[in-house]
């Protein structure tokens, strides 16, 4: 039963022979698979709120309801002055009806406006600096100009998307956090099962004149090599899933599901994790056996 | 080098296994340990290598007090200390030649050097063609003479056997006494406890006799055969 022995590789625990060394890696892929999707779902949200944000929080939408009698045009080019001359506002732009039927045309259908419906008059407006700009201010003096000029600030409800968007993010992180806590107890349970099983050797050694760290140490190589492939493992499954996830949303249509906006280093967490992974299990085999030695003599 | 004081030893509320030994250990002194079964022989060489700590005494080391010595300086103690333990205590899964060079791999030494000297050793006490044979597969003898080279691969200040010579033929444990007697020469204290009294003649080094916990020291009145 002569085995090929590996240089440097001689450990004097045997920690490969245990029963942990089979289990821990497939229970850290699942860990470290978990972590995975959280930390990338929780990074990729952060480009589609912001995404969000600059799409919307730099607009707000001047409406203008159709009043019988009270032609539209002039209506609408006395809110676009008064837009015009307003400080933060760097464009007015007014809607030519035909982009307001094109807007409407989806749920009303051709031949409702084929008709002569009563339509809103729109104005889209951008926004510079709105440091100065009260915008309930601007809604009131908009209204005593021109009566039925409704000012729509898409910011209230935006400012409830975003809030909702960094609640999903804290819960990823939350998750993130969680599964690490996780995948330290394993570590320990099956640091100190290993230890438990050494006892002799490890009082042998420490007879022979070793320190607390050489035993630590080998405990570290053992959880770090685990860690690392269990890490792999899981890490490779959730960029499989990520990936099919990817693909299944550009099929439906970006318009249906926000999508997940995931940019480059998005993915580069995904090889990062093993490491995060392997990293953790050092420290917390370390403390751990360093910890339990400290009883021995 | 060594020097107990009154040293008391029990284990949890039991009565003393050990009571008022005190002795000295000089650089280069050479002392059998004798005594029945039973005497206190075993707690003596654990307090000497450190495995235990006394209930009451001195015991100083090196020029530490062990008795109150932190955790972290026992290491540095331990590895001035070459054991033989009764039972071996080799790591089965590791070779011979690796179970020899433990001690080395410990203390950080260069692993091309450790192995030249580790194979030397072994092949002194005649284990030279069992160098990867692991300790499943060796006889009781030989696994007593791997445990002799881990013990002394590191030239210790303190060589601590239990009964070093117990489970070789006559012709092995003369061998293996020269080695002992080669590494005190070169001023390492030797302790070597045994219930051979062939050796105890013939080797006639002051003899450590415990009796019921107590010790008392027989000066042989001629010096050493050899």
Same mark, same amino acid.
């Given at each position: 039963?002569?085995?090929?022995?590996?240089?440097?590789?001689?450990?004097?625990?045997?920690?490969?022979?245990?029963?942990?060394?089979?289990?821990?890696?497939?229970?850290?892929? &699942?860990? *470290?698979?978990?972590?995975?999707?959280?930390? &990338?779902?929780?990074?990729?949200?952060?480009?589609?709120?912001?995404?969000?944000?600059?799409?919307?929080?730099?607009?707000?939408?001047?409406?203008?309801?159709?009043?019988?009698?009270?032609?539209?045009?002039?209506?609408?080019?006395?809110?676009?002055?008064?837009?015009? /001359? *307003?400080?933060? @506002?760097?464009?007015?732009?007014?809607?030519?009806?035909?982009?307001?039927?094109?807007?409407?045309?989806?749920?009303? /259908?051709?031949?409702?406006?084929?008709?002569?419906?009563?339509?809103?008059?729109?104005?889209?407006?951008?926004?510079?600096?709105?440091?100065?700009?009260? @915008?309930?201010?601007?809604?009131?003096?908009?209204?005593?100009?021109?009566? /039925?000029?409704?000012?729509?600030?898409?910011?209230?409800?935006?400012?409830?998307? &975003?809030?909702?968007?960094?609640?999903?993010?804290?819960?990823?992180?939350?998750?993130?956090?969680?599964?690490?806590?996780?995948?330290?107890?394993? *570590?320990?349970?099956?640091?100190?099962?290993?230890?438990?099983?050494?006892?002799?050797?490890?009082?042998?050694?420490?007879?022979?004149?070793?320190?607390?760290?050489?035993?630590?140490?080998?405990?570290?190589?053992?959880?770090?090599?685990?860690?690392?492939?269990?890490?792999?493992?899981?890490?490779?499954?959730?960029?499989?899933?990520?990936?099919?996830?990817?693909?299944?949303?550009?099929?439906?249509?970006? /318009?249906?599901?926000?999508?997940?906006?995931? &940019?480059?280093?998005?993915?580069?967490?995904?090889?990062?994790?093993?490491?995060?992974?392997?990293?953790?299990?050092? *420290?917390?085999?370390?403390?751990?056996?360093?910890?339990?030695?400290?009883?021995?003599? | 080098?060594?020097?107990?004081?009154?040293?008391?030893?029990?284990?949890?509320?039991?009565?003393?296994?050990?009571?008022?030994?005190?002795?000295?250990?000089? %650089?280069?002194?050479?002392?059998?340990?004798?005594?029945?079964?039973?005497?206190?022989?075993?707690?003596?060489?654990?307090?000497?290598?450190?495995?235990?700590?006394?209930?009451?005494?001195?015991?100083?080391?090196?020029?530490?007090?062990?008795?109150? $010595?932190?955790? $972290?300086?026992?290491?540095?103690?331990?590895?001035? !200390?070459?054991?033989?333990?009764?039972?071996?205590?080799?790591?089965?899964?590791?070779?011979?030649?690796?179970?020899?060079?433990?001690?080395?791999?410990?203390?950080?030494?260069?692993?091309?050097?450790?192995?030249?000297?580790?194979?030397?050793?072994?092949?002194?006490?005649?284990?030279?063609?069992?160098?990867? $044979?692991?300790?499943? %597969?060796?006889?009781?003898?030989?696994?007593?003479?791997?445990? !002799?080279?881990?013990?002394?691969?590191?030239?210790?200040?303190?060589?601590?056997?239990?009964?070093?010579?117990?489970?070789?033929?006559?012709?092995?444990?003369?061998?293996?006494?020269?080695?002992?007697?080669?590494?005190?020469?070169?001023?390492?204290?030797?302790?070597? $406890?045994?219930?051979? %009294?062939?050796?105890?003649?013939?080797?006639?080094?002051?003899?450590?006799?415990?009796?019921?916990?107590?010790?008392?020291?027989?000066?042989? %009145?001629?010096?050493?055969?050899?």
């Amino acid at each position: 039963m002569s085995r090929p022995r590996k240089k440097a590789a001689i450990s004097d625990l045997q920690l490969d022979a245990d029963s942990t060394a089979r289990f821990l890696p497939w229970a850290l892929a &699942v860990m *470290v698979f978990l972590a995975a999707l959280a930390l &990338v779902g929780a990074l990729a949200l952060d480009g589609t709120i912001d995404g969000w944000r600059r799409g919307v929080s730099a607009k707000l939408t001047v409406q203008i309801a159709d009043r019988p009698g009270q032609p539209m045009q002039p209506r609408l080019d006395a809110a676009a002055n008064l837009l015009r /001359g *307003v400080p933060g @506002i760097t464009d007015v732009q007014i809607m030519p009806r035909r982009a307001v039927e094109a807007l409407l045309q989806p749920w009303l /259908g051709a031949e409702a406006l084929q008709a002569d419906l009563p339509l809103p008059g729109l104005i889209d407006v951008t926004l510079g600096d709105t440091t100065a700009l009260s @915008i309930d201010a601007l809604a009131a003096r908009l209204q005593s100009a021109v009566p /039925g000029a409704r000012l729509d600030d898409p910011k209230p409800w935006l400012d409830r998307l &975003v809030q909702l968007g960094r609640l999903l993010q804290s819960l990823g992180g939350g998750i993130v956090l969680l599964v690490g806590l996780a995948a330290a107890a394993m *570590v320990i349970f099956a640091t100190r099962a290993g230890l438990a099983a050494r006892r002799d050797t490890i009082e042998l050694l420490h007879l022979i004149g070793a320190e607390d760290g050489y035993i630590a140490r080998q405990f570290q190589r053992h959880v770090a090599r685990q860690a690392m492939r269990g890490g792999i493992i899981g890490a490779g499954l959730a960029a499989i899933v990520l990936v099919a996830i990817q693909l299944l949303a550009g099929g439906v249509g970006t /318009g249906l599901l926000p999508g997940l906006s995931m &940019v480059w280093w998005h993915w580069l967490a995904l090889p990062l994790l093993p490491f995060g992974a392997a990293g953790l299990a050092i *420290v917390t085999a370390r403390l751990t056996v360093l910890g339990e030695l400290r009883s021995m003599l | 080098m060594v020097r107990f004081q009154n040293v008391g030893m029990r284990y949890g509320p039991g009565p003393e296994v050990l009571r008022d030994v005190s002795f000295e250990l000089g %650089t280069g002194s050479f002392h059998f340990l004798a005594g029945p079964s039973g005497a206190g022989k075993t707690s003596l060489l654990k307090l000497l290598y450190l495995a235990l700590r006394p209930s009451r005494g001195l015991i100083s080391m090196f020029g530490q007090d062990v008795s109150t $010595a932190s955790r $972290a300086a026992l290491p540095m103690l331990r590895r001035r !200390i070459g054991v033989v333990f009764q039972d071996f205590r080799l790591l089965d899964h590791l070779s011979a030649l690796d179970n020899v060079a433990l001690p080395l791999r410990i203390a950080g030494a260069d692993e091309k050097k450790a192995r030249e000297h580790v194979i030397e050793l072994l092949t002194w006490v005649g284990l030279g063609d069992r160098l990867d $044979a692991r300790p499943a %597969t060796l006889s009781g003898g030989e696994k007593q003479r791997v445990a !002799i080279a881990r013990a002394v691969i590191a030239r210790p200040s303190l060589l601590l056997a239990d009964e070093p010579t117990g489970n070789v033929d006559p012709d092995m444990a003369q061998r293996l006494m020269y080695l002992f007697v080669e590494l005190n020469k070169l001023g390492t204290a030797v302790v070597l $406890a045994t219930h051979d %009294t062939h050796l105890l003649d013939q080797f006639r080094f002051p003899v450590m006799r415990l009796r019921a916990g107590q010790l008392v020291i027989d000066r042989p %009145t001629a010096g050493p055969a050899r």
